[in-house]
């Protein structure tokens, strides 16, 4: 039987840990605002690189929920996917928007946008691991990535999976310099690029994914869409099934 003493400090403890809760959903609110923030910075500067984020976040989100991951470690790779690109903001202007294919010395320029990524979000507590996820996303398997030539299990899995995404992405959008591919036509690339640049579990889980998006009757079937255009809250509407 407890007694007034002991009655006291449990509510104290239950106050405490009440307390606690309210302070780390106030943090987690803040350190995704500004998240949002960093996102907004990139779209302000340019307008595919910003919807693009967009989209790999959704497709990195589908292929989380298809290897199990947990809610924790899902949420920082959605985080990553929006700011995969963020280091651009480093890249000159006549480079990053160029209308056409890129010369040896600019790609090298582009090529130091993980860098350029990670150093922004390194000093940030909540973002470590999600600025790691970010320097790595464009290794590869084979370790012919950058810009550590990581290979394997060595690269992070939320990097493997943005890689999925970003390249499918990339594939199936118009650019100035080329037309977008349809559908069959990236993931066949995809394949041919498994295991060389692709994790292979990552891949299939991302192709399981689109197929149950393309195949179900249920606007909700590929889960969220990430959109931060409000510049409140990256979880939205449910993705419309494709066409």
Known sequence: MLTASSAGRVDNLHALRLRFMQMEDRYR???????????SLVDVRDAYTGSHSSRVATYAHATGLRLGLA???????????????????????????????????????????????????????DFKPIGLIVLHHHERMDGSGYPNGLKGDEIPLGSRIIAVAHSYDALTTNRPYRAARTKQQAFDELLRCCKSQFDPSVLDAFMDAMNTKRNSSSNASFGRSYDHADGSDF???PTSPAE
């Open 29 to 39: 609110k803040q350190a995704l605002e500004m998240g949002c923030a960093l996102v």
């Open 71 to 125: 809610h924790t470690e899902l949420d920082q790779i959605v985080m990553a996917s929006l700011l995969h690109d963020i280091g651009q903001i480093g890249v000159p202007d006549h480079i990053l928007l160029k209308q056409a294919g890129l010369g040896p010395g600019e790609s090298i320029q582009v090529q130091k946008h993980p860098e350029l990524g990670w150093m922004a979000l390194k000093n940030i507590e």
């Open 235 to 237: 979880l939205l509407l």
